[in-house]
């Protein structure tokens, strides 16, 4: 059994103030659960709420799931336009939970705020997982241009198997339609004039000294597995591990396959 809380946390750095809003899946160990911090990527905070509560039901974990500031309706400051800076807001949400020895994962551009996180070196992270993470420019491998694209075309590149996850527009409600439209121009906001890369990035990753696995389903047609590759090259010591049978968002099409993975390599690397 797990329980999820919502809270939101007065954040100040450098740049300005924040209110950010966080979610708290805790299963039966509660708050002697190793804390996760995961990372959503554009879809929103739905595409891995379902995921955090499977892991603190099936492992010691409390997880903690922000909303990137702008996304499902929540405020985003002025000032808040990029990864960089969103890093910098996770790596002070840290300090403000005073949490120690955190898993840190995510998913698409919240892998490459998770790849951000992890150069600016806090000791209170232990590990870092990246899923499907984009963010960095690859010759040869592309990143899909995900906002040319309707949702059902979005869903073909993104899943192993899109009949298991049919969108249809028609059935949403004008509320979702503005929160979907809002998501998305947040997203693009973020992701900066390189359409989800930042050319500056791989010079920093090659500095980040935290144990990282990138974890990459190999059916992903938006950053393919070469891509990932390159990924997990970028980083000093940095593992990879193809996931067969999923696309972009192994936590959602395919939990059961990553969780065990994902688990294995953060008790691998409990401590700095």
């Known amino acids: 059994m797990t329980t999820t809380a919502t809270t939101t946390h007065a954040l100040t750095l450098d740049q300005g103030a924040l209110d950010l809003t966080v979610g708290l899946t805790a299963g039966l160990h509660g708050q002697q659960g190793r804390p996760f911090l995961l990372l959503h990527g554009g879809g929103g905070p739905q595409t891995v709420t379902p995921f955090a509560g499977l892991l603190a039901e099936q492992r010691p974990a409390q997880v903690f799931t922000p909303v990137h500031p702008g996304f499902d309706g929540t405020p985003r400051p002025d000032w808040l336009t990029g990864v960089t800076a969103l890093a910098q807001v996770y790596a002070q949400l840290l300090d403000a939970l005073d949490l120690r020895d955190v898993a840190v994962v995510g998913n698409s551009i919240g892998g490459w705020i998770a790849a951000e996180l992890a150069t600016l070196g806090s000791d209170r992270i232990s590990s870092v997982t990246l899923v499907n993470a984009v963010g960095i420019p690859v010759p040869g491998h592309p990143i899909a241009d995900t906002f040319s694209l309707t949702p059902v075309e979005l869903s073909r590149l993104s899943f192993h198997d899109p009949s298991k996850f049919r969108f249809d527009p028609s059935a ?101």
Do not use: C
């Not at 930042?198 to 980040?208: N, V």
């Open 172 to 272: 949403l409600t004008e509320a979702q339609r503005a929160v979907m439209a809002a998501n998305r121009a947040t997203l693009q906001l973020y992701s900066g004039p390189h359409t989800m890369a930042d050319p500056t990035l791989p010079d920093r990753l090659a500095k980040i000294t935290h144990p990282t696995l990138v974890a990459w389903g190999a059916s992903d047609r938006i950053v393919d597995a070469d891509y990932g590759r390159a990924y997990a090259q970028a980083v000093p010591g940095a593992e990879f591990r193809l996931l067969e049978g999923t696309g972009h968002m192994p936590q959602t099409e395919t939990p059961e396959q990553l969780l065990p993975v994902l688990w294995d390599f953060t008790e691998t690397h409990p401590t700095n």
